[in-house]
Protein backbone atom coordinates (compact mmCIF):
# COMPACT_ATOMS: atom_id res chain seq x y z
CA UNK A 1 0.00 0.00 0.00
CA UNK A 2 3.10 2.27 1.21
CA UNK A 3 4.23 1.80 -2.53
CA UNK A 4 0.83 2.37 -4.16
CA UNK A 5 0.68 5.80 -2.51
CA UNK A 6 4.37 6.86 -3.57
CA UNK A 7 3.32 5.95 -6.73
CA UNK A 8 0.47 8.18 -7.13
CA UNK A 9 2.85 11.17 -5.46
CA UNK A 10 5.09 11.07 -8.61
CA UNK A 11 5.30 12.90 -11.79
CA UNK A 12 4.66 10.35 -14.20
CA UNK A 13 1.07 9.71 -12.13
CA UNK A 14 0.18 13.45 -12.15
CA UNK A 15 0.61 13.65 -16.10
CA UNK A 16 -1.26 10.22 -16.63
CA UNK A 17 -3.84 12.24 -14.48
CA UNK A 18 -3.57 15.17 -16.46
CA UNK A 19 -3.83 12.92 -19.66
CA UNK A 20 -7.10 11.21 -18.64
CA UNK A 21 -8.70 14.68 -17.58
CA UNK A 22 -8.37 16.25 -20.78
CA UNK A 23 -10.52 13.95 -23.21
CA UNK A 24 -13.30 13.98 -20.94
CA UNK A 25 -13.39 17.59 -19.74
CA UNK A 26 -13.22 18.43 -23.65
CA UNK A 27 -16.25 16.10 -24.79
CA UNK A 28 -18.07 16.82 -21.51
CA UNK A 29 -17.92 20.64 -21.95
CA UNK A 30 -19.04 20.04 -26.09
CA UNK A 31 -21.75 18.35 -24.60
CA UNK A 32 -22.50 20.98 -22.30
CA UNK A 33 -23.35 23.52 -24.66
CA UNK A 34 -25.57 20.81 -26.97
CA UNK A 35 -27.68 20.25 -24.11
CA UNK A 36 -28.00 23.68 -22.60
CA UNK A 37 -29.64 24.16 -25.88
CA UNK A 38 -32.19 21.32 -24.65
CA UNK A 39 -30.72 18.18 -27.68
CA UNK A 40 -29.70 15.26 -25.79
CA UNK A 41 -26.53 14.34 -27.46
CA UNK A 42 -25.37 10.72 -26.57
CA UNK A 43 -23.89 10.77 -29.82
CA UNK A 44 -20.46 12.09 -27.54
CA UNK A 45 -18.49 8.67 -27.91
CA UNK A 46 -18.84 8.36 -31.83
CA UNK A 47 -17.93 11.86 -32.27
CA UNK A 48 -14.78 11.12 -30.35
CA UNK A 49 -14.19 8.12 -32.93
CA UNK A 50 -15.05 10.53 -36.23
CA UNK A 51 -12.68 13.34 -34.76
CA UNK A 52 -9.79 10.81 -34.16
CA UNK A 53 -10.10 9.44 -37.34
CA UNK A 54 -10.09 12.49 -39.38
CA UNK A 55 -7.11 13.54 -37.32
CA UNK A 56 -4.86 10.80 -37.63
CA UNK A 57 -5.92 10.36 -41.94
CA UNK A 58 -5.32 13.88 -42.59
CA UNK A 59 -2.26 13.77 -40.91
CA UNK A 60 -1.07 10.88 -42.57
CA UNK A 61 -1.97 12.84 -45.54
CA UNK A 62 -0.55 15.98 -45.59
CA UNK A 63 2.84 15.33 -43.53
CA UNK A 64 4.79 14.47 -46.81
CA UNK A 65 4.63 17.87 -48.05
CA UNK A 66 3.43 20.20 -45.15
CA UNK A 67 5.34 18.39 -42.62
CA UNK A 68 5.48 19.55 -38.96
CA UNK A 69 2.54 21.43 -40.13
CA UNK A 70 0.28 18.59 -40.72
CA UNK A 71 -1.06 17.43 -37.27
CA UNK A 72 -2.24 21.38 -37.20
CA UNK A 73 -4.61 20.97 -39.85
CA UNK A 74 -5.10 17.06 -38.54
CA UNK A 75 -6.37 18.90 -35.27
CA UNK A 76 -7.98 21.42 -37.70
CA UNK A 77 -9.98 18.25 -39.35
CA UNK A 78 -10.87 16.22 -36.75
CA UNK A 79 -12.78 19.03 -35.32
CA UNK A 80 -14.37 20.06 -38.41
CA UNK A 81 -15.42 16.52 -38.76
CA UNK A 82 -16.96 16.25 -35.41
CA UNK A 83 -18.84 19.32 -35.89
CA UNK A 84 -20.29 17.96 -39.10
CA UNK A 85 -20.90 15.03 -37.88
CA UNK A 86 -22.63 16.67 -34.88
CA UNK A 87 -24.82 18.85 -37.68
CA UNK A 88 -26.59 15.45 -38.88
CA UNK A 89 -27.22 15.05 -35.37
CA UNK A 90 -28.99 18.54 -35.15
CA UNK A 91 -31.15 17.77 -38.26
CA UNK A 92 -32.52 14.76 -37.46
CA UNK A 93 -33.21 15.55 -33.84
CA UNK A 94 -34.15 19.63 -34.98
CA UNK A 95 -35.73 19.46 -38.30
CA UNK A 96 -37.48 15.76 -38.50
CA UNK A 97 -37.92 16.13 -35.06
CA UNK A 98 -36.80 12.12 -34.28
CA UNK A 99 -35.99 10.71 -31.07
CA UNK A 100 -32.58 12.45 -29.99
CA UNK A 101 -31.65 9.33 -27.54
CA UNK A 102 -31.83 7.09 -31.01
CA UNK A 103 -30.29 9.89 -33.43
CA UNK A 104 -27.39 9.60 -31.38
CA UNK A 105 -26.82 5.80 -30.57
CA UNK A 106 -26.67 5.40 -34.23
CA UNK A 107 -24.38 7.76 -34.68
CA UNK A 108 -22.62 5.69 -32.21
CA UNK A 109 -23.14 2.30 -34.02
CA UNK A 110 -21.98 4.31 -37.45
CA UNK A 111 -18.90 4.69 -35.21
CA UNK A 112 -18.21 1.51 -34.60
CA UNK A 113 -18.20 0.39 -38.25
CA UNK A 114 -17.22 3.15 -40.84
CA UNK A 115 -14.07 3.87 -39.30
CA UNK A 116 -13.16 -0.02 -39.90
CA UNK A 117 -13.87 0.37 -43.93
CA UNK A 118 -12.33 3.72 -44.44
CA UNK A 119 -9.08 2.24 -42.69
CA UNK A 120 -9.44 -0.95 -44.65
CA UNK A 121 -9.75 0.81 -48.72
CA UNK A 122 -6.95 3.43 -47.63
CA UNK A 123 -4.00 1.33 -45.42
CA UNK A 124 -5.50 -1.86 -46.05
CA UNK A 125 -6.09 -2.66 -41.89
CA UNK A 126 -9.48 -2.80 -40.42
CA UNK A 127 -8.06 -2.03 -36.93
CA UNK A 128 -5.27 0.99 -36.81
CA UNK A 129 -4.02 3.50 -38.82
CA UNK A 130 0.08 3.69 -39.77
CA UNK A 131 2.11 5.56 -37.50
CA UNK A 132 1.86 9.31 -38.11
CA UNK A 133 5.92 10.74 -38.75
CA UNK A 134 4.66 14.69 -37.24
CA UNK A 135 2.39 13.89 -34.32
CA UNK A 136 1.39 17.11 -32.29
CA UNK A 137 4.38 18.75 -30.53
CA UNK A 138 4.76 18.49 -26.58
CA UNK A 139 5.05 21.79 -24.57
CA UNK A 140 6.48 21.46 -21.19
CA UNK A 141 9.01 19.91 -18.22
CA UNK A 142 10.51 16.75 -18.08
CA UNK A 143 7.72 13.99 -18.24
CA UNK A 144 5.21 16.83 -17.38
CA UNK A 145 4.78 17.66 -21.24
CA UNK A 146 1.85 17.44 -23.27
CA UNK A 147 0.33 18.29 -26.53
CA UNK A 148 -1.45 21.93 -27.06
CA UNK A 149 -5.35 20.63 -26.79
CA UNK A 150 -4.50 20.01 -23.34
CA UNK A 151 -3.87 23.65 -22.91
CA UNK A 152 -6.76 24.32 -25.07
CA UNK A 153 -9.01 22.45 -22.89
CA UNK A 154 -7.83 24.17 -19.84
CA UNK A 155 -8.87 27.77 -22.05
CA UNK A 156 -12.06 25.88 -22.55
CA UNK A 157 -13.51 25.72 -19.37
CA UNK A 158 -12.78 29.65 -18.66
CA UNK A 159 -14.29 30.50 -21.86
CA UNK A 160 -17.44 28.38 -21.63
CA UNK A 161 -18.41 29.59 -18.42
CA UNK A 162 -18.03 33.61 -19.70
CA UNK A 163 -19.57 33.00 -22.72
CA UNK A 164 -22.70 30.88 -20.80
CA UNK A 165 -22.98 33.78 -18.42
CA UNK A 166 -21.91 36.52 -19.27
CA UNK A 167 -22.57 36.95 -23.05
CA UNK A 168 -25.79 37.20 -24.91
CA UNK A 169 -24.86 34.20 -26.80
CA UNK A 170 -24.98 32.22 -23.68
CA UNK A 171 -28.49 34.24 -22.30
CA UNK A 172 -30.31 33.27 -25.25
CA UNK A 173 -28.60 29.55 -25.39
CA UNK A 174 -29.75 28.71 -21.70
CA UNK A 175 -33.23 30.36 -22.54
CA UNK A 176 -33.56 27.94 -25.26
CA UNK A 177 -32.99 24.85 -23.37
CA UNK A 178 -35.23 26.02 -20.78
CA UNK A 179 -37.54 27.75 -21.82
CA UNK A 180 -38.00 27.50 -25.75
CA UNK A 181 -41.55 28.84 -26.51
CA UNK A 182 -40.76 32.03 -24.40
CA UNK A 183 -37.25 32.77 -25.48
CA UNK A 184 -38.62 32.79 -29.04
CA UNK A 185 -41.57 34.86 -28.38
CA UNK A 186 -38.68 37.50 -27.42
CA UNK A 187 -37.06 36.73 -31.04
CA UNK A 188 -34.37 34.71 -30.64
CA UNK A 189 -34.06 31.80 -33.14
CA UNK A 190 -34.51 28.50 -31.39
CA UNK A 191 -33.12 26.14 -33.47
CA UNK A 192 -30.60 28.13 -34.87
CA UNK A 193 -29.30 27.99 -30.99
CA UNK A 194 -29.94 24.15 -31.20
CA UNK A 195 -28.29 24.08 -34.09
CA UNK A 196 -24.69 25.98 -32.71
CA UNK A 197 -25.22 24.33 -29.54
CA UNK A 198 -24.63 20.79 -30.95
CA UNK A 199 -22.23 21.95 -33.58
CA UNK A 200 -20.06 23.09 -30.93
CA UNK A 201 -20.58 19.81 -29.08
CA UNK A 202 -19.23 17.95 -32.03
CA UNK A 203 -16.26 20.31 -32.60
CA UNK A 204 -15.50 20.06 -29.33
CA UNK A 205 -15.51 16.19 -28.99
CA UNK A 206 -13.89 15.84 -32.40
CA UNK A 207 -10.89 17.87 -30.59
CA UNK A 208 -11.19 15.35 -27.89
CA UNK A 209 -10.27 12.35 -30.68
CA UNK A 210 -7.70 14.31 -32.33
CA UNK A 211 -5.86 14.31 -28.57
CA UNK A 212 -5.97 10.88 -28.51
CA UNK A 213 -5.04 10.18 -31.77
CA UNK A 214 -2.68 12.21 -32.15
CA UNK A 215 -2.20 14.47 -29.57
CA UNK A 216 -1.96 11.72 -26.81
CA UNK A 217 -0.82 8.52 -29.43
CA UNK A 218 0.65 8.58 -32.85
CA UNK A 219 -2.22 6.34 -35.02
CA UNK A 220 -5.62 5.80 -34.81
CA UNK A 221 -6.80 2.27 -32.87
CA UNK A 222 -9.95 0.80 -33.07
CA UNK A 223 -12.51 1.45 -29.96
CA UNK A 224 -9.56 4.49 -29.32
CA UNK A 225 -12.55 6.49 -27.15
CA UNK A 226 -13.07 3.23 -24.87
CA UNK A 227 -15.97 4.78 -23.47
CA UNK A 228 -15.03 8.01 -22.67
CA UNK A 229 -17.34 9.99 -24.37
CA UNK A 230 -19.86 8.03 -22.08
CA UNK A 231 -18.48 9.34 -18.95
CA UNK A 232 -18.30 12.07 -19.89
CA UNK A 233 -22.11 12.11 -19.88
CA UNK A 234 -21.92 10.77 -17.47
CA UNK A 235 -19.69 14.01 -15.86
CA UNK A 236 -22.11 16.47 -17.50
CA UNK A 237 -24.76 15.18 -15.44
CA UNK A 238 -22.92 14.72 -12.09
CA UNK A 239 -21.68 18.29 -12.59
CA UNK A 240 -25.18 19.93 -13.08
CA UNK A 241 -24.35 21.15 -16.45
CA UNK A 242 -22.33 23.60 -15.40
CA UNK A 243 -18.76 24.58 -16.73
CA UNK A 244 -17.38 23.99 -13.44
CA UNK A 245 -18.75 21.37 -12.19
CA UNK A 246 -18.23 19.74 -15.43
CA UNK A 247 -14.40 20.33 -14.68
CA UNK A 248 -14.54 18.82 -11.39
CA UNK A 249 -16.74 16.11 -12.34
CA UNK A 250 -14.21 15.00 -14.57
CA UNK A 251 -11.16 15.79 -12.80
CA UNK A 252 -12.71 13.17 -10.58
CA UNK A 253 -13.50 10.51 -13.06
CA UNK A 254 -10.19 11.25 -15.00
CA UNK A 255 -8.18 10.68 -11.43
CA UNK A 256 -9.90 6.85 -11.15
CA UNK A 257 -8.92 5.94 -14.69
CA UNK A 258 -5.37 6.90 -13.93
CA UNK A 259 -5.75 5.50 -10.69
CA UNK A 260 -6.81 2.37 -12.56
CA UNK A 261 -3.57 2.17 -14.54
CA UNK A 262 -1.65 2.33 -12.02
CA UNK A 263 -3.31 0.13 -9.95
CA UNK A 264 -2.94 -2.41 -13.19
CA UNK A 265 0.46 -3.02 -12.48
CA UNK A 266 -0.05 -4.15 -9.02
CA UNK A 267 -1.45 -6.81 -7.55
CA UNK A 268 -3.92 -5.19 -4.93
CA UNK A 269 -7.20 -5.84 -6.92
CA UNK A 270 -7.93 -8.29 -9.69
CA UNK A 271 -7.33 -6.73 -13.39
CA UNK A 272 -10.79 -6.95 -14.25
CA UNK A 273 -12.14 -4.94 -11.12
CA UNK A 274 -9.52 -2.31 -12.02
CA UNK A 275 -10.30 -1.49 -15.54
CA UNK A 276 -13.97 -1.97 -14.20
CA UNK A 277 -13.41 1.23 -11.06
CA UNK A 278 -13.84 4.24 -13.36
CA UNK A 279 -17.36 2.59 -15.59
CA UNK A 280 -18.48 1.61 -11.86
CA UNK A 281 -18.06 4.61 -10.20
CA UNK A 282 -19.47 6.40 -13.28
CA UNK A 283 -22.94 4.81 -12.87
CA UNK A 284 -23.06 5.10 -8.52
CA UNK A 285 -22.73 8.82 -9.54
CA UNK A 286 -25.29 8.89 -12.07
CA UNK A 287 -27.37 6.71 -9.14
CA UNK A 288 -27.17 9.79 -6.79
CA UNK A 289 -27.09 12.16 -9.15
CA UNK A 290 -30.34 12.20 -10.91
CA UNK A 291 -31.52 14.86 -13.55
CA UNK A 292 -33.21 17.43 -10.99
CA UNK A 293 -31.10 19.96 -12.30
CA UNK A 294 -31.86 19.44 -16.04
CA UNK A 295 -32.27 22.11 -18.88
CA UNK A 296 -36.16 21.52 -18.28
CA UNK A 297 -37.12 21.34 -22.19
CA UNK A 298 -33.70 18.31 -22.81
CA UNK A 299 -35.06 16.01 -25.28
CA UNK A 300 -38.37 17.74 -26.24
CA UNK A 301 -38.80 18.53 -29.85
CA UNK A 302 -39.40 22.17 -30.93
CA UNK A 303 -43.24 22.32 -31.76
CA UNK A 304 -44.59 23.89 -35.04
Not at 11 to 22: G, H, K
Request: hydrophobic content about 55%.
Amino acid sequence: MDGLFAQLLTTAFLATFIRSVVPLLLTGLGGLFSERSGVVNIALDGLIIFGALAGAVATLALEPSLGPLAPWLGWLAGAVVGGLIAWIHAVVSIKYRADQVISGTAINLLATGVPAVILTALYGSSTESPKVQNALPLWGIGELRFSPPVFFALLTVLVTWYVLYRTPYGLRLRATGEHPGAAASMGVNVRRMRYSGVILSGVLAGTAGVFLSIGNLDSYVRNISAGLGFISLAALIFGQWKPLGVLGATVLFGFLQALSITLGGTDLLPPTLVGALPYLITIIALVFTGRSAAPKALGKPLDG
